[in-house]
């Protein structure tokens, strides 16, 4: 059974905490949720009151809760919010637009338990002529069909939870409740706000945004990629590079009378330039050949560069290759144009 904290005095009717009243008799209070005479007893782990003559009610402690927590904000006219953002997910890409920063908000008015569409808040406070709702979470929290209610009806609202101080089981001073219900931002939860949406949507279009820049951004570095291995590949051609086949890569070699050729060429960039030309940059190609038109040929290209990509080389060397072949023959080029070892 959880801590009753709280009583209400006889005679003010207003809330008295266990941390303030006097002991036994003497609080002169009654319990907030069934009216009994209360008697408060002061103990070392955790003082508390207690039923006077009747047995523990079931709902006291958190009725006590609930009816502090309220009388707090009531007469403090302010709450400590927490931040709040809205983020969006386009593809992989992800934006955020904030909608305020955590931060003290100071009430005109708040009141207490009035219908507000279709529930009930436990406060209703206005802000610069806005409605901020406010729920007390000890044991019932807000769920979604009352979630999803509040969201239709529009109007922001905040949920605090103090369920810890239900649950614990040792002494709390007044100030730690008072600083768990105003100041404290951790215990304090979203349930709509009134700005989210249009957040929302601006925090999509900042996705798309994103995403469109950086799509951007991709193709051209393909373009200047291959501008840069297009002007290398040139270079190579104009200097006269010298193809090595190694015959150990050959995949099926040359077969006299067959109208067939495959082999593979470790292709050494030859006077090209220098940031290029290196054990890093060598270049593998797989070419099969069709002897008798020349004109069907099959390539597969390996690169071991990092700054060459692959479609790219093999879209080109295959262009190349194919305006040869189809000018003078792909064979009689590679006879000419190889050193076979
Ligand atoms: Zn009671």
Redesign the pocket.
Known sequence: MSILRWGIDIDSNELVSIEKALRGKDCNCI?P??G?QLIAHKASIAHHFK?FNTT??SG?AETAIHLKAKEIISSSLKLKLPALKASAYLDDYKAFIKILDSKFISFDDVCLEKKEGKIIPDLIAIHKGKKLLIEIAVTHFIDGKKKKIIREQGVSCIEINLENFHKSEINFTDDDFEYAVISCIENKKWIYNAKYNKAKIKAAEKASYLRNKIIKEEKEKIIREKRLFIESFEDMLKAGFKIKINPHNICSGFEKGSNYVEFSINLDLYGIKDEVKSQDHLILIYISVCRDDNSMFFLDVETKSSSISYPLLESYIEKNLYMLSSEEGLYRWLCHNVDLE
Do not use: K, T, V, Y
Request: proline residues 0%; hydrophobic residues 10%.
């Open positions: 319990c949720a069934c009994s039923h523990e009610c006291g």
